[in-house]
Protein backbone atom coordinates (compact mmCIF):
# COMPACT_ATOMS: atom_id res chain seq x y z
CA UNK A 1 0.00 0.00 0.00
CA UNK A 2 1.56 3.33 -0.99
CA UNK A 3 2.48 5.84 1.57
CA UNK A 4 -0.67 8.30 0.67
CA UNK A 5 -3.39 5.58 0.30
CA UNK A 6 -2.40 4.57 3.92
CA UNK A 7 -1.95 8.34 5.41
CA UNK A 8 -5.36 8.72 3.53
CA UNK A 9 -6.51 5.73 5.19
CA UNK A 10 -5.59 7.52 8.39
CA UNK A 11 -6.97 10.28 8.45
CA UNK A 12 -10.44 9.21 7.22
CA UNK A 13 -10.56 7.06 10.60
CA UNK A 14 -9.37 9.95 12.35
CA UNK A 15 -12.29 12.48 11.18
CA UNK A 16 -14.87 9.76 11.33
CA UNK A 17 -14.03 8.92 15.26
CA UNK A 18 -14.17 12.62 15.95
CA UNK A 19 -17.23 13.64 14.44
CA UNK A 20 -18.57 11.26 17.58
CA UNK A 21 -16.99 13.42 20.43
CA UNK A 22 -18.62 15.06 22.93
CA UNK A 23 -17.13 15.69 25.71
CA UNK A 24 -13.87 16.46 26.97
CA UNK A 25 -12.75 12.98 27.48
CA UNK A 26 -13.34 10.97 24.75
CA UNK A 27 -11.67 13.78 22.62
CA UNK A 28 -8.49 13.30 24.62
CA UNK A 29 -8.87 9.24 23.97
CA UNK A 30 -8.72 10.30 19.94
CA UNK A 31 -6.21 12.32 20.26
CA UNK A 32 -3.76 10.21 22.21
CA UNK A 33 -5.04 7.23 19.86
CA UNK A 34 -3.75 9.41 16.12
CA UNK A 35 -1.32 11.70 17.41
CA UNK A 36 0.31 9.75 20.33
CA UNK A 37 3.40 8.29 20.59
CA UNK A 38 1.90 4.62 20.16
CA UNK A 39 0.43 5.94 17.36
CA UNK A 40 -0.45 4.02 14.25
CA UNK A 41 1.10 7.32 12.40
CA UNK A 42 4.49 6.65 14.02
CA UNK A 43 4.09 3.15 12.32
CA UNK A 44 3.45 4.95 9.26
CA UNK A 45 6.68 7.44 9.52
CA UNK A 46 8.61 4.36 10.07
CA UNK A 47 8.59 3.45 6.33
CA UNK A 48 10.13 6.43 5.25
CA UNK A 49 13.28 4.48 6.42
CA UNK A 50 13.30 2.60 3.03
CA UNK A 51 12.32 5.17 0.40
CA UNK A 52 15.14 7.20 -1.18
CA UNK A 53 15.55 11.00 -0.78
CA UNK A 54 13.31 12.25 -3.24
CA UNK A 55 10.59 9.93 -2.26
CA UNK A 56 10.74 10.82 1.45
CA UNK A 57 10.92 14.42 1.13
CA UNK A 58 7.46 14.09 -0.57
CA UNK A 59 5.71 11.63 2.19
CA UNK A 60 7.73 13.71 5.22
CA UNK A 61 5.70 16.30 3.50
CA UNK A 62 2.21 14.74 3.25
CA UNK A 63 2.52 13.31 6.30
CA UNK A 64 3.09 16.48 8.08
CA UNK A 65 0.07 18.20 6.31
CA UNK A 66 -2.00 15.08 7.71
CA UNK A 67 -0.45 15.88 11.01
CA UNK A 68 -1.01 19.66 11.02
CA UNK A 69 -5.03 18.89 9.74
CA UNK A 70 -5.47 16.47 12.33
CA UNK A 71 -4.27 18.92 15.48
CA UNK A 72 -6.25 21.63 14.13
CA UNK A 73 -9.39 19.77 14.34
CA UNK A 74 -8.92 18.69 17.46
CA UNK A 75 -8.41 22.27 18.32
CA UNK A 76 -11.44 23.45 16.74
CA UNK A 77 -13.30 20.68 18.27
CA UNK A 78 -11.75 21.54 21.86
CA UNK A 79 -13.15 25.45 21.44
CA UNK A 80 -16.48 24.11 20.46
CA UNK A 81 -16.75 21.92 23.34
CA UNK A 82 -15.40 24.70 25.73
CA UNK A 83 -19.17 27.01 24.07
CA UNK A 84 -21.11 24.19 24.83
CA UNK A 85 -20.03 23.74 28.69
CA UNK A 86 -21.25 27.18 29.37
CA UNK A 87 -24.17 26.49 27.75
CA UNK A 88 -24.84 22.96 30.12
CA UNK A 89 -25.79 21.27 26.32
CA UNK A 90 -24.55 18.58 24.29
CA UNK A 91 -23.16 19.87 20.52
CA UNK A 92 -26.53 18.81 19.31
CA UNK A 93 -28.38 21.15 21.40
CA UNK A 94 -27.19 24.54 21.30
CA UNK A 95 -29.75 27.41 21.77
CA UNK A 96 -29.80 29.90 18.93
CA UNK A 97 -31.47 32.89 21.70
CA UNK A 98 -32.29 35.13 18.53
CA UNK A 99 -35.11 32.64 17.41
CA UNK A 100 -38.84 33.63 17.86
CA UNK A 101 -39.97 32.67 21.73
CA UNK A 102 -42.80 29.67 21.95
CA UNK A 103 -46.22 30.44 22.57
CA UNK A 104 -48.21 28.58 24.96
CA UNK A 105 -51.47 27.49 23.91
CA UNK A 106 -54.41 29.95 25.87
CA UNK A 107 -57.16 28.19 26.93
CA UNK A 108 -60.68 30.66 27.41
CA UNK A 109 -63.91 30.33 29.35
CA UNK A 110 -66.86 27.67 27.92
CA UNK A 111 -69.52 29.68 25.84
CA UNK A 112 -72.15 29.10 28.97
CA UNK A 113 -70.11 30.90 31.75
CA UNK A 114 -69.01 33.83 29.00
CA UNK A 115 -72.87 34.22 28.63
CA UNK A 116 -73.92 33.83 32.06
CA UNK A 117 -71.26 36.66 32.90
CA UNK A 118 -72.25 38.78 29.73
CA UNK A 119 -76.11 38.29 30.74
CA UNK A 120 -75.21 39.19 34.22
CA UNK A 121 -73.63 42.74 33.46
CA UNK A 122 -76.52 43.51 31.27
CA UNK A 123 -78.79 43.68 33.95
CA UNK A 124 -76.12 44.79 36.38
CA UNK A 125 -76.41 48.13 34.23
CA UNK A 126 -79.78 48.13 34.90
CA UNK A 127 -80.09 47.96 38.71
CA UNK A 128 -80.95 43.69 38.53
CA UNK A 129 -78.52 42.00 41.90
CA UNK A 130 -77.46 38.30 40.52
CA UNK A 131 -78.80 35.97 43.38
CA UNK A 132 -78.50 32.17 43.50
CA UNK A 133 -81.36 29.72 44.86
CA UNK A 134 -80.95 25.86 45.90
CA UNK A 135 -80.39 23.49 42.67
CA UNK A 136 -81.47 20.61 45.56
CA UNK A 137 -84.95 22.19 45.87
CA UNK A 138 -88.29 21.42 47.75
CA UNK A 139 -91.82 20.72 45.55
CA UNK A 140 -93.29 23.45 47.50
CA UNK A 141 -90.68 26.45 45.90
CA UNK A 142 -90.58 24.91 42.51
CA UNK A 143 -94.45 23.93 42.25
CA UNK A 144 -97.08 24.06 44.85
CA UNK A 145 -96.47 27.80 45.43
CA UNK A 146 -96.30 28.48 41.78
CA UNK A 147 -100.10 27.48 41.35
CA UNK A 148 -99.34 23.82 40.58
CA UNK A 149 -100.38 21.79 43.49
CA UNK A 150 -99.13 17.97 43.84
CA UNK A 151 -100.67 16.40 40.95
CA UNK A 152 -101.34 18.94 38.65
CA UNK A 153 -100.79 18.26 35.02
CA UNK A 154 -98.76 21.34 34.04
CA UNK A 155 -96.17 20.03 36.21
CA UNK A 156 -95.79 17.17 33.44
CA UNK A 157 -93.75 20.00 31.17
CA UNK A 158 -91.13 20.30 33.48
CA UNK A 159 -89.95 16.36 33.50
CA UNK A 160 -88.61 16.04 37.01
CA UNK A 161 -85.75 14.70 38.98
CA UNK A 162 -87.05 13.44 42.61
CA UNK A 163 -84.70 13.00 44.82
CA UNK A 164 -84.93 9.35 47.25
CA UNK A 165 -85.13 11.35 50.57
CA UNK A 166 -88.13 11.50 53.04
CA UNK A 167 -90.92 13.70 52.00
CA UNK A 168 -91.15 16.86 54.39
CA UNK A 169 -94.14 17.56 55.85
CA UNK A 170 -94.77 21.07 54.36
CA UNK A 171 -92.80 21.20 51.56
CA UNK A 172 -93.31 17.82 49.98
CA UNK A 173 -90.92 15.65 47.96
CA UNK A 174 -87.11 17.11 47.16
CA UNK A 175 -85.94 17.60 43.32
CA UNK A 176 -83.49 19.10 41.01
CA UNK A 177 -84.85 22.43 40.52
CA UNK A 178 -86.32 22.00 36.77
CA UNK A 179 -86.37 26.09 36.37
CA UNK A 180 -85.22 28.73 38.30
CA UNK A 181 -88.64 30.18 39.20
CA UNK A 182 -88.24 28.17 42.21
CA UNK A 183 -86.03 31.33 43.50
CA UNK A 184 -88.45 33.89 43.03
CA UNK A 185 -91.09 33.24 46.05
CA UNK A 186 -87.97 32.64 48.31
CA UNK A 187 -87.19 35.99 46.95
CA UNK A 188 -89.74 37.21 47.99
CA UNK A 189 -89.66 36.02 51.38
CA UNK A 190 -86.65 37.73 52.50
CA UNK A 191 -89.53 40.55 52.82
CA UNK A 192 -87.36 43.14 51.31
CA UNK A 193 -88.97 45.08 48.69
CA UNK A 194 -88.85 46.34 45.91
CA UNK A 195 -86.94 43.36 44.27
CA UNK A 196 -85.03 43.75 41.02
CA UNK A 197 -82.60 40.16 40.87
CA UNK A 198 -81.14 38.09 38.49
CA UNK A 199 -81.12 34.04 39.18
CA UNK A 200 -78.86 31.98 37.23
CA UNK A 201 -78.46 28.73 37.85
CA UNK A 202 -78.53 25.18 37.32
CA UNK A 203 -81.55 23.43 36.18
CA UNK A 204 -82.30 20.17 35.00
CA UNK A 205 -85.37 18.17 33.32
CA UNK A 206 -85.14 13.96 32.31
CA UNK A 207 -84.59 14.74 28.68
CA UNK A 208 -81.90 14.78 25.98
CA UNK A 209 -82.00 15.05 22.68
CA UNK A 210 -80.67 17.93 19.77
CA UNK A 211 -81.95 20.54 21.33
CA UNK A 212 -82.00 19.19 25.16
CA UNK A 213 -79.59 18.34 27.64
CA UNK A 214 -80.29 17.18 31.05
CA UNK A 215 -78.58 19.65 33.04
CA UNK A 216 -78.53 23.07 31.76
CA UNK A 217 -78.59 27.15 32.64
CA UNK A 218 -81.29 29.01 32.83
CA UNK A 219 -81.38 33.02 34.19
CA UNK A 220 -84.54 34.58 35.99
CA UNK A 221 -85.46 38.28 36.32
CA UNK A 222 -87.45 39.37 38.76
CA UNK A 223 -89.27 42.55 39.00
CA UNK A 224 -91.18 43.35 42.13
CA UNK A 225 -92.26 47.58 42.55
CA UNK A 226 -95.53 49.59 42.31
CA UNK A 227 -97.12 49.42 38.93
CA UNK A 228 -94.44 47.16 37.46
CA UNK A 229 -96.64 46.33 34.01
CA UNK A 230 -96.11 44.62 30.64
CA UNK A 231 -94.34 47.63 29.04
CA UNK A 232 -91.43 47.10 31.41
CA UNK A 233 -91.28 43.66 30.65
CA UNK A 234 -91.04 44.29 26.59
CA UNK A 235 -88.70 47.50 27.71
CA UNK A 236 -86.33 45.17 29.36
CA UNK A 237 -86.65 42.53 26.63
CA UNK A 238 -85.70 44.83 23.41
CA UNK A 239 -82.93 46.17 25.66
CA UNK A 240 -81.59 42.75 26.58
CA UNK A 241 -82.04 41.23 22.44
CA UNK A 242 -79.90 44.98 21.49
CA UNK A 243 -77.39 44.48 24.31
CA UNK A 244 -76.43 40.61 24.07
CA UNK A 245 -77.48 39.69 19.94
CA UNK A 246 -76.54 43.03 18.55
CA UNK A 247 -78.70 45.98 17.52
CA UNK A 248 -80.31 44.48 14.40
CA UNK A 249 -82.24 41.87 16.73
CA UNK A 250 -85.75 42.50 17.18
CA UNK A 251 -87.86 40.63 19.32
CA UNK A 252 -92.06 39.97 19.84
CA UNK A 253 -93.92 38.46 22.55
CA UNK A 254 -96.61 36.04 21.80
CA UNK A 255 -98.97 34.80 23.67
CA UNK A 256 -98.54 31.63 25.98
CA UNK A 257 -99.71 30.50 29.22
CA UNK A 258 -98.13 29.25 32.58
CA UNK A 259 -99.89 28.83 35.96
CA UNK A 260 -97.82 31.19 37.54
CA UNK A 261 -98.30 34.17 35.15
CA UNK A 262 -100.95 36.02 34.35
CA UNK A 263 -100.92 37.66 31.37
CA UNK A 264 -98.05 35.17 30.09
CA UNK A 265 -96.06 35.37 27.04
CA UNK A 266 -93.17 32.97 25.03
CA UNK A 267 -90.33 35.79 23.83
CA UNK A 268 -88.80 35.22 20.22
CA UNK A 269 -85.69 36.91 18.69
CA UNK A 270 -85.36 37.38 15.27
CA UNK A 271 -83.08 34.87 13.69
CA UNK A 272 -79.20 35.78 13.42
CA UNK A 273 -79.02 33.36 10.55
CA UNK A 274 -81.51 34.47 7.98
CA UNK A 275 -81.55 38.22 9.27
CA UNK A 276 -85.98 37.37 9.73
CA UNK A 277 -86.23 35.38 6.52
CA UNK A 278 -86.81 32.49 7.47
CA UNK A 279 -84.66 29.21 7.60
CA UNK A 280 -83.40 25.71 8.58
CA UNK A 281 -82.76 27.13 12.12
CA UNK A 282 -86.03 29.27 12.86
CA UNK A 283 -89.44 29.29 12.46
CA UNK A 284 -90.33 31.61 9.78
CA UNK A 285 -87.48 34.35 10.72
CA UNK A 286 -88.06 33.61 14.37
CA UNK A 287 -86.39 32.22 17.05
CA UNK A 288 -87.82 31.28 21.05
CA UNK A 289 -86.03 32.82 23.45
CA UNK A 290 -87.91 31.37 26.16
CA UNK A 291 -90.79 32.77 28.74
CA UNK A 292 -92.22 35.68 30.96
CA UNK A 293 -95.16 37.04 31.93
CA UNK A 294 -96.51 39.05 35.04
CA UNK A 295 -96.93 37.11 38.25
CA UNK A 296 -99.90 35.83 39.21
CA UNK A 297 -101.64 37.32 42.93
CA UNK A 298 -101.71 34.33 44.63
CA UNK A 299 -97.65 33.69 43.77
CA UNK A 300 -97.30 37.26 44.83
CA UNK A 301 -99.75 36.40 48.16
CA UNK A 302 -97.68 33.29 48.78
CA UNK A 303 -94.46 35.32 49.06
CA UNK A 304 -95.98 37.61 51.17
CA UNK A 305 -96.49 40.50 49.36
CA UNK A 306 -99.60 42.36 48.66
CA UNK A 307 -101.22 41.95 45.34
CA UNK A 308 -103.05 45.38 45.50
CA UNK A 309 -99.96 47.03 46.23
CA UNK A 310 -97.62 45.54 44.27
CA UNK A 311 -97.05 43.82 40.59
CA UNK A 312 -94.33 42.08 39.35
CA UNK A 313 -92.96 40.89 35.82
CA UNK A 314 -90.59 37.57 35.90
CA UNK A 315 -88.93 35.60 33.03
CA UNK A 316 -86.69 32.77 33.03
CA UNK A 317 -84.66 31.41 30.10
CA UNK A 318 -82.49 28.89 29.14
CA UNK A 319 -78.23 30.47 28.88
CA UNK A 320 -77.61 27.28 26.25
CA UNK A 321 -80.41 28.20 23.99
CA UNK A 322 -80.08 32.17 24.43
CA UNK A 323 -75.79 31.54 24.08
CA UNK A 324 -76.51 29.52 20.79
CA UNK A 325 -78.90 32.22 19.40
CA UNK A 326 -75.83 34.44 19.13
CA UNK A 327 -75.55 35.90 15.12
CA UNK A 328 -73.66 33.44 13.11
CA UNK A 329 -73.79 30.45 15.64
CA UNK A 330 -75.26 27.37 14.24
CA UNK A 331 -75.59 24.03 16.81
CA UNK A 332 -77.37 21.64 15.33
CA UNK A 333 -76.95 19.30 18.73
CA UNK A 334 -77.24 21.34 21.89
CA UNK A 335 -75.59 18.25 23.64
CA UNK A 336 -71.98 19.17 22.17
CA UNK A 337 -72.04 22.04 24.23
CA UNK A 338 -70.80 19.31 27.18
CA UNK A 339 -69.05 16.68 25.45
CA UNK A 340 -65.68 18.23 26.50
CA UNK A 341 -64.33 17.96 22.81
CA UNK A 342 -61.96 20.62 22.32
CA UNK A 343 -62.35 20.85 18.69
CA UNK A 344 -65.62 21.94 19.67
CA UNK A 345 -65.17 24.35 22.56
CA UNK A 346 -62.05 26.32 20.72
CA UNK A 347 -64.14 27.87 18.03
CA UNK A 348 -66.50 29.57 20.98
N1 LIG B 1 -90.00 28.90 34.47
C1 LIG B 1 -90.52 28.92 33.13
C2 LIG B 1 -89.90 27.76 32.34
O1 LIG B 1 -89.00 27.14 32.83
C3 LIG B 1 -90.19 30.21 32.44
C4 LIG B 1 -90.87 31.40 33.06
C5 LIG B 1 -90.24 32.12 34.06
C6 LIG B 1 -92.10 31.81 32.61
C7 LIG B 1 -90.86 33.20 34.62
C8 LIG B 1 -92.72 32.90 33.17
C9 LIG B 1 -92.09 33.61 34.17
O2 LIG B 1 -90.32 27.45 31.24
Redesign the pocket.
Known amino acids: MSIDTQLKQFKDAFNAELANVSNAETLEVVRVKYLGRKSAFQDILRNLKDMNDEERREAGQAANAVKEAMQAAIESKEAELERCRYDHLATDERVDISLPGFAWPKGHLHMTTRAIRDIQRIFERLGFTRVRYPEVEWEHYAFDVLRMGTNHPARDN?ETYFIDAPVHEKFGRMILTP???NGDVREMERGELPIRTMNINKTYRRQSDVSHVPMFH?F?GLLVDRDVSVTHLKGLFEHFAKEFFGPDREIRLRPHH?R??EP?FEIDVSCGLCAGEGCRMCKQGWLEL????MLHPDVLRAGGVDPDEYTAL???WGVERTASMRSGINIADIRVMYKNDIRFLEQF
Open positions: WHTTQEFFTSGGAGAFG
